[in-house]
């Protein structure tokens, strides 16, 4: 080592990520692999096994920048071979496109849309990668960091649904299925939330009507009705009472979601909108986020998302922030 080793080289250096995903100082054209990181010193060499050249930076996170000071020779100049400036530029094409992947739901084509400015000049486009192999990388990317849910194979039938554990509870650990129809019912249903929005809800009016039950419509009309009945009213039984057990009285049962639960009674009584114009705006804006046929098990896992966001927002309103309803929207409300 000569008298001026360690002493700090005024330009920078990059640090980037390697295909094998290690971190990779880039300077002066050059590509450094880190050997040796103690204390926040990082030292590298360079990439090439025939070069000998080291240097040292003050840290090695990805995307930063460091200054370089030489550790043997000058970093600068590699005496055996050239610098290789556009494969920096590609590097870093593929560490923002796999930053964006890993961490958004964009499609591949907005991912690579959002990188084209990444690689500037006519001779690194001429060498950077095709379309499609970016497009390959990207999705390779996405399928790495999928949930496990993910990973599963998909459902090719209502009956072969089967949610993971993890699918349902809440990301507080409550229960999130509420209801399940069953594997065995044609028309398969799930109902997910959870119960601890039971106490702001009141009273009801149940239609009931008479159907002929020997016309398939009807009876299927029927079945819809039963079905309402036993879930969100109550089945209507009769029971005797009374000396002697000949007064015929009516109950119902208690019905799997209790009236309180979904009535909008209360909502009339504290003036709280009872259209579904909200629920519609916050159906467009889920919508959204969702690819287009997003697979079951995937919009459960939104719909926990959606479910934590929720009660954050609900917490929030608890303590300090309160809500101001745009006006224009609260008239048409209003108007009912
Ligand atoms: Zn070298």
């Not at 005024?10 to 050997?35: A, H, M, W």
């Not at 030292?43 to 040292?56: A, E, L, T």
């Not at 961490?103 to 084209?116: H, L, Q, R, Y």
């Not at 990973?151 to 699918?167: G, M, V």
Request: aromatic content about 8%.
């Amino acid at each position: 080592m000569n008298e001026d080793s360690c002493s700090i080289i005024e330009d920078q250096g990059i640090v980037t990520l390697s295909q094998k995903n290690c971190p990779q100082l880039f300077y002066f054209g050059q590509y450094f692999r880190l050997i040796n990181n103690s204390n926040g010193q990082c030292k590298w060499r360079c990439v090439k096994p025939s070069c000998n050249v080291r240097c040292i930076t003050n840290g090695c996170s990805v995307g930063e920048k460091y200054a370089v000071e030489k550790d043997n020779d000058d970093p600068k100049s590699h005496p055996n071979h050239a610098s290789d400036p556009i494969r920096f530029s590609r590097l870093e094409k593929r560490r923002k496109m796999r930053e964006i992947a890993q961490n958004t739901e964009e499609a591949p084509s907005c991912i690579i849309s959002k990188c084209v400015d990444q690689i500037q000049n006519e001779e690194a486009i001429a060498q950077s990668s095709t379309l499609d192999s970016d497009r390959q990388f990207i999705t390779r990317i996405k399928k790495a960091k999928k949930d496990d849910y993910l990973k599963i194979s998909q459902p090719e039938s209502l009956k072969e649904i089967t949610f993971p554990n993890e699918l349902i509870k809440t990301y507080d650990d409550d229960n999130f299925l509420l209801h399940d129809s069953g594997a065995d019912d044609a028309e398969r249903f799930f109902i997910f939330g959870t119960m601890a929005l039971k106490k702001n809800l009141n009273h009801i009016h149940f239609l009931s009507t008479r159907l002929d039950l020997d016309d398939p419509v009807q009876a299927k009309i029927n079945s819809v009705y039963e079905y309402f009945e036993e879930t969100y009213v109550g089945k209507l039984s009769q029971i005797k009472n009374g000396r002697g057990r000949n007064k015929i009285e009516e109950i119902r049962s208690k019905p799997h979601f209790a009236i309180e639960l979904w009535n909008i009674h209360s909502r009339l009584i504290s003036d709280i909108p009872w259209t579904t114009s909200l629920v519609e705006s916050w159906h467009n804006a889920f919508c959204r986020i969702l690819t287009s046929h997003t697979c079951v098990y995937s919009l459960v896992d939104w719909l926990r998302k959606e479910h934590k966001k929720t009660n954050e927002n609900l917490i929030k309103f608890k303590t300090s922030v309160t809500a101001n309803r745009n006006q224009e929207k609260f008239n048409i409300d209003k108007r009912r």
